[in-house]
C-alpha cells in the first residue's frame, strides 16, 4: 500500500510538472510570438523608409546634375563685362551658396540613411535571435515533454501491475476465508454428525 501511494504521488507530481511546463512554453510562445511580429512590421516599415529615401536623393542627385537652378554661376564666369582690375566679376565673388546647400544636404542625407542602417539591422538581429531562442525553446519543451510522458506511462503502467497483484491478493484471501468458511462449516457438521452417533450408541448400551 505504502508502494502504491507514493507512486501515485510520483505521477501526480509529473502531471503537475508538465501542466506548469506546457504554461510556460505557451506564455513564452506567445511573447517571442510578439516580438517577432513587431520587429518584422518595423523591419518592413523601416526598409521602405529606405527604399524611398535612397530614390528621393538619387533623384535629388541626377537633378542637380541635369537641371542647375537660373542665377547658378562658377567660379570659371570670368572676364565679363564689368569685371574688376583681376577680371573677376560681381557673380565671381559672390559665394556659391547653392553648392554649399546641397553638400550640406548630401551629408545630412547620409546621416540619415546611416542611422536608418544601424536601426534596420538591429531590428534583423532581433529578428534572428529571437527566432533562435524560439527554435531553441521549442526542441527543449518537447524533450522535457516526451520525457515526462514516458514517465508517466511507465508509472501508469506500474499502478497497473500493483491493482492487478492486488487484486489477485484480495481474491485469493477472499477464497481463502471461503475455503475456511467451508472447512467450519463441515468441521461443524461432522462434529454434530459425530454426536449423534455417540448419543445413539449410549442409547443402545442402555436398553440393553
Do not use: C
Amino acid at each position: 500500500m505504502l508502494f502504491r501511494s507514493q507512486t501515485h504521488q510520483e505521477l501526480n507530481a509529473a502531471k503537475t510538472f508538465l501542466a506548469e511546463l506546457t504554461q510556460m512554453h505557451r506564455q513564452e510562445t506567445t511573447e517571442n510570438t510578439k516580438v517577432l511580429m513587431d520587429s518584422q512590421d518595423g523591419l518592413a516599415a523601416i526598409n521602405e523608409a529606405i527604399s524611398f529615401l535612397t530614390k528621393f536623393y538619387e533623384g535629388a542627385d541626377e537633378e542637380s546634375l541635369l537641371q542647375q537652378p537660373s542665377g547658378y554661376v562658377t567660379r570659371a564666369s570670368t572676364h565679363q563685362a564689368g569685371s574688376d582690375a583681376d577680371g573677376n566679376s560681381v557673380e565671381d565673388l559672390a559665394p556659391e551658396t547653392y553648392q554649399d546647400g546641397y553638400n550640406g544636404n548630401q551629408e545630412a542625407a547620409k546621416g540619415i540613411m546611416s542611422l536608418l542602417s544601424v536601426i534596420e539591422s538591429d531590428f534583423q538581429r532581433t529578428i534572428d535571435s529571437t527566432d533562435k531562442e524560439q527554435t531553441q525553446a521549442v526542441a527543449e519543451f518537447e524533450e522535457a515533454k516526451t520525457s515526462l510522458d514516458k514517465e508517466m506511462i511507465e508509472k501508469n503502467d506500474l499502478l497497473g501491475l500493483i491493482e492487478m497483484e492486488m487484486t489477485i491478493a484480495q481474491t485469493e484471501q477472499d477464497q481463502q476465508r471461503d475455503d475456511k468458511a467451508d472447512a467450519d462449516e463441515i468441521l461443524t457438521a461432522v462434529k454434530a454428525e459425530l454426536s449423534t452417533l455417540e448419543q445413539q450408541a449410549k442409547d443402545r448400551k442402555s436398553v440393553v
